[in-house]
């Protein structure tokens, strides 16, 4: 008995000691930044990049990790004080439930569940080991709690009234900032429709079908069927569309994304992604799904790091910028990191004034630039909510 006793003892120690230690290696390992702040620009681009009033990032997976995001952590590439040092007035938090053993671009198995692991040693609570839904409603409170604990620097956006107060109170006060949450696939629908609720309920105001597995919803482009919507994925995107929730197709394969133009009436996003005309890759849009977003009134929201614009610097993100400003139109270009997506990036939140500088530099006006970076996005969201 006694020995039986010191075993089970033994293991709790043991656990501990990992859900102390682990994450913060794995998070430290995974989400590196080529260059670290400090980040200096000419004055001219400084002068710009602090006379923008709103810049926002369409997609951050920072609520992944398990980190305190009111600290600056000296890891990882996104927090609050760091949001806040970087002047952005809006960063959408997107949730990753699901993620398969082997990550990679080309093909994922449908049913591998990493995040089974990782929930455990993260020291999440057991209802989140198994349930993507859980993992989800978890990631929710954290963001929630941050704001509550956040002495107000911070604030979690739902609705047309929140924002709109927000922006009214940012007049006088640039030193706060606000998120809204996304979920990154739809794996915590289940299979159950009434899910949907759920997450809405949740405060999930931006979702897309699928990440890097196929789902019952339907094919990603890492998947390993490469279809379109199911019957399953177009009666949760009619919801989507009457519940008035951002749409996103991140991560969608081609034939979802000519599935969700053919049916979806509302306006549509790419929260993250590089462009097949500057980076051919599986994971980046075509010609055909840029004119798509753009022709429904959306947004493409470029990433930064190097799979997804092919180069690890400002100027490769400046060129899929321009590239797609120049077939579309530069209303519909917003900036969308992948910060803390487990990728690495040339910078952390703090360096988007070395995007601005590269922006400068392909021949972007003053004016084209603060659109990019946040105007686009605040004048979606004035429609949308
Ligand atoms: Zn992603």
Redesign the pocket.
Known sequence: MKKLLQFIFAIIVLYVIVIFTLPQIIDTAINRVAQKAPYTVSKETQDLYNSLDFIADL?C?ALLWKRNLNKENGRGQVDIPRLIEARVALQAF?I?SKVPWGINFKSNSTDSDLLKLQSFVSGRKPKTWWSPKNRALAQCDELKAFAKKSDGRFRVIYNADDFKKYLSDRKSNTAITAGFLGA?GLYPLMGDINNLDVLYDAGIRMMSAV??QDNELGSSAHGESLGGLTDFGKEVVKVIEQKNIILDV??CSPNLIDDVTAIYHKPFIS??TGVKGTCPSQ?NLSDKHLKAIANSGGLIGI?IFEEAVCGLSAEATAQAMKYTADLVGVEHIALGT?ND?AVKTPYDIRGLNLLVEALLKVGFSHEDIRLIMGENVKRFLLEKW
Do not use: L, M, Y
């Open positions: 997609h997976d997107t990753v990154e990440h890097f991140a991560h929260s993250h994971r990433a992948d997506g």
